[in-house]
């Protein structure tokens, strides 16, 4: 869906961004990125953003870049923002990426790291998504805009709309954590709680959307939040001197930062900035009450099937269906890599682990990935040798209860 609006800030700084077209993960299609679009209307999938890389090759200088000021916007050649004013940022991106020492050593692993996102504005990595689809969204001229959510993704839409002057509704299942829907209210958001799930959330916020003319910021139903995602692969590069890591564990629920990342990789490629072209086996990593991904891979699938009756203590995985399923598929295929369900007795164990081992408390998700290690070890999926990052992408401290 899509439709023309004039841009109030004409875009005077040429390369800030090489951004060129849109492109449908679907069919194909091509759309101007002078319109706000949402996905693609012929097909209902996610729309896709590219750039002229090949200008960029020739004209971006890849180590200059580390030597700019740290945040996400330094890669703002690859970001799709045309005028830098229209960037809006709480300084989110360059989070730590860690050695897990104490625990690669128990699990026999050399080279174990954690990319640790709970540093992020609002308390995780829903900043980096939200800071692009805003900052976007602020170009094209939005003024009000929506979102469902299972708690993260919310707190960081208000924040960045506040941010940016805008108006923001969130619709929230009412088991939410009490932190989300607090950070949300403070700066100024409308909450609506629902019963329900977040695919409830989602189908009453597109309702919402379509009726009132709110800017529908959904996972994969706008084509911008993917591109703050897939910075982090930028950043995993640059930390490992322009080469990637064997394997990626990354929890998954609507699946933004994998198929981000993957993206980065592909373009990282075509830019020739990686010393080589081995790229990580990708592993998503979903709760057994909640597993329409690995239910898909271990059939080959190219489409999940929605998950009836979902629950688990991690409400970032509780994703009956991602709208972009196919494309989480398409890259666990592609990177030779797997997808794996945990319960959530394992999350909760290994969320205790990383605490005393490593001193970093987890949420529920971050901890999923250590569990889903453990399991890849134990099937010698994993090498000691190789490199593996795990993602928590969140903070423990906003799963806690009020009291």
Same mark, same amino acid.
């Given at each position: 869906?899509?439709?023309?609006?004039?841009?109030? /800030?004409?875009?005077?700084?040429?390369?800030?961004?090489?951004?060129?077209?849109?492109?449908?993960?679907?069919?194909?299609?091509? @759309?101007?990125?002078?319109?706000?679009?949402?996905?693609?209307?012929?097909?209902?999938?996610?729309?896709?953003?590219?750039?002229?890389?090949?200008?960029?090759?020739?004209?971006?200088?890849?180590?200059?870049?580390?030597?700019?000021?740290?945040?996400?916007?330094?890669?703002?050649? %690859?970001?799709?923002?045309?005028?830098?004013?229209?960037?809006?940022?709480?300084?989110?991106?360059?989070?730590?990426?860690?050695?897990?020492?104490?625990?690669?050593?128990?699990?026999?692993?050399?080279?174990?790291?954690?990319?640790?996102?709970?540093?992020?504005?609002?308390?995780? +990595?829903?900043?980096?998504?939200?800071?692009?689809?805003?900052?976007?969204?602020?170009?094209?001229?939005?003024?009000?805009?929506?979102?469902?959510?299972?708690? /993260?993704?919310?707190?960081?839409?208000?924040?960045?709309?506040?941010?940016?002057?805008?108006?923001?509704?969130?619709?929230?299942?009412?088991?939410?954590?009490?932190?989300?829907?607090?950070?949300?209210?403070?700066?100024?958001?409308?909450?609506?709680?629902?019963?329900?799930?977040?695919?409830?959330?989602?189908?009453? *916020?597109?309702?919402?959307?379509?009726?009132?003319?709110?800017?529908? !910021?959904?996972? +994969?139903?706008?084509?911008?939040?993917?591109?703050?995602?897939?910075?982090?692969? @930028?950043?995993?590069?640059?930390?490992?001197?322009?080469?990637?890591?064997? %394997?990626?564990?990354?929890?998954?629920?609507?699946?933004?930062?994998?198929?981000?990342?993957?993206? #980065?990789?592909?373009?990282?490629?075509?830019?020739?900035?990686?010393?080589?072209?081995?790229?990580?086996?990708? !592993?998503?990593?979903?709760?057994?009450?909640?597993?329409?991904?690995?239910?898909?891979?271990?059939?080959? *699938?190219? +489409?999940?099937? +929605?998950?009836?009756?979902?629950?688990?203590? *991690?409400?970032?995985?509780?994703?009956?269906?991602?709208? #972009?399923?196919?494309?989480?598929?398409?890259?666990?295929?592609?990177? /030779?890599?797997?997808?794996?369900?945990?319960?959530?007795?394992?999350?909760?164990?290994?969320?205790?682990?990383?605490?005393?081992?490593?001193?970093?408390? #987890?949420?529920?998700?971050?901890?999923?990935?250590?569990?889903?290690?453990?399991?890849?070890?134990?099937?010698?999926?994993?090498?000691?040798?190789?490199?593996? %990052?795990?993602?928590?992408?969140?903070?423990?401290?906003?799963?806690?209860?009020?009291?």
């Amino acid at each position: 869906m899509s439709y023309s609006v004039k841009l109030k /800030n004409k875009n005077t700084h040429a390369r800030t961004s090489y951004l060129s077209d849109l492109q449908c993960s679907g069919c194909g299609k091509t @759309y101007q990125t002078g319109q706000i679009h949402t996905y693609c209307p012929d097909c209902q999938s996610t729309l896709l953003v590219n750039y002229d890389l090949n200008s960029a090759r020739a004209e971006v200088d890849r180590d200059e870049i580390s030597r700019r000021p740290r945040g996400m916007w330094r890669w703002h050649e %690859v970001l799709p923002v045309l005028d830098p004013s229209n960037q809006v940022t709480l300084g989110e991106g360059d989070t730590a990426l860690l050695p897990l020492n104490s625990l690669g050593k128990t699990l026999g692993l050399t080279q174990l790291y954690v990319k640790e996102e709970s540093s992020n504005p609002t308390g995780s +990595f829903k900043a980096r998504g939200l800071s692009a689809a805003v900052s976007k969204a602020k170009e094209l001229g939005v003024k009000k805009v929506i979102i469902p959510t299972a708690g /993260n993704a919310g707190g960081a839409m208000a924040a960045y709309a506040a941010r940016a002057g805008m108006q923001a509704m969130i619709y929230m299942p009412n088991d939410t954590p009490h932190a989300n829907i607090e950070e949300s209210r403070i700066v100024g958001a409308e909450v609506i709680l629902i019963d329900g799930i977040i695919s409830d959330a989602a189908g009453m *916020a597109g309702e919402k959307a379509r009726e009132e003319g709110w800017f529908d !910021v959904s996972t +994969f139903k706008e084509p911008y939040r993917a591109e703050g995602k897939k910075v982090m692969g @930028y950043e995993l590069a640059e930390h490992f001197d322009w080469e990637l890591p064997d %394997v990626i564990i990354y929890p998954t629920g609507g699946g933004t930062g994998l198929v981000g990342m993957w993206k #980065a990789f592909k373009e990282m490629e075509e830019l020739g900035w990686l010393e080589t072209r081995k790229r990580p086996r990708m !592993v998503a990593v979903q709760a057994a009450g909640c597993a329409p991904v690995p239910l898909a891979f271990g059939k080959g *699938a190219e +489409f999940c099937d +929605f998950w009836t009756n979902a629950h688990t203590i *991690a409400s970032g995985l509780r994703v009956p269906k991602s709208f #972009a399923d196919h494309l989480i598929l398409r890259d666990l295929y592609e990177s /030779n890599g797997t997808a794996i369900a945990v319960e959530d007795e394992e999350i909760i164990k290994a969320q205790h682990e990383l605490a005393r081992a490593e001193g970093i408390f #987890a949420a529920p998700e971050g901890a999923a990935t250590l569990a889903a290690l453990k399991e890849l070890v134990e099937q010698k999926w994993i090498h000691p040798d190789e490199r593996v %990052v795990l993602f928590n992408t969140g903070s423990g401290l906003k799963y806690l209860d009020k009291s």
